[in-house]
């Protein structure tokens, strides 16, 4: 049973469809979108960081991961809809998410009341998770995206924290919520390296005998 947010993609990429057809014709390329979503992404992270004391940036920050989610989804759909995927884009993809991520969680550092070791851990799995998805495509099989501790999961993790911190939630209860969200992300990590190795197998398996 998959259990992840990501799950949820084909019906966030419907209710976007429709700006699908005022970036047609309009000159921008995918690749601008996902350059322009790490962009803001370094500009809101860094914010953050040199005014982690006001509230309302992290009142606004449910509302900056979902529009990240959003860019996300556009730059993938319009690059496949326009015929515009690139090798490129690909790896601007993957290291635009990357950096983005850094610059978005890291800042919780300075508000959340758990020590800086548990949003660290967090993010080195994260990290690790991602790397496990993309070694999927170095044994022939396909990018990894399988959950339960995703790309979108971890916005929805990291929007909820925000919110606890904002509603002053007891350090305990966040620091619980940290360490699901490790063991969590310890089995997307094994997950994610388990299908490319199975994926692999049956390529190998339905590969014709050259004999």
């Known amino acids: 049973m998959k259990i992840s947010v990501y799950q949820l993609k084909p019906q966030f990429q419907r209710l976007l469809s429709p700006l699908l057809g005022a970036l047609q014709g309009s000159g921008i390329t995918p690749n601008q979108i996902t350059l322009f979503s790490m962009t803001l992404c370094l500009l809101y992270g860094g914010a953050l960081a040199l005014f982690a004391d006001h509230t309302i940036l992290w009142r606004l920050y449910p509302f ?6 959003a860019l996300n989804a556009i730059d993938g759909m319009y690059a496949n809809a326009s015929g515009m995927k690139t090798r490129l884009g690909a790896l601007l993809n993957e290291i635009c998410d990357v950096i983005s991520d850094l610059a978005l969680y890291l800042p919780l550092i300075l508000m959340l009341p758990v020590h800086p070791a548990w949003i660290i851990a967090v993010l080195m799995l994260a990290m ?3 790397f496990a998805g993309v070694l999927g495509l170095s044994v022939g099989a396909a990018r990894g995206f399988q959950g339960p501790m995703g790309k979108s999961d971890r916005a929805v993790l990291f929007g909820s924290l925000s919110l606890a911190g904002v509603c002053a939630a007891p350090a305990s209860w ?8 490790i063991l969590l992300s310890v089995c997307t990590v094994w997950n994610r390296l388990s299908a490319a190795l199975k994926q ?7 590969a014709p005998d050259s004999r």
């Open 128 to 130: 690790l998770s991602e």
């Open 174 to 181: 966040i620091s619980a919520v940290l360490s699901l969200s």
């Open 64 to 69: 900056a991961m979902l529009f990240r989610m």
């Open 200 to 206: 692999q197998d049956e390529t190998q398996d339905g």
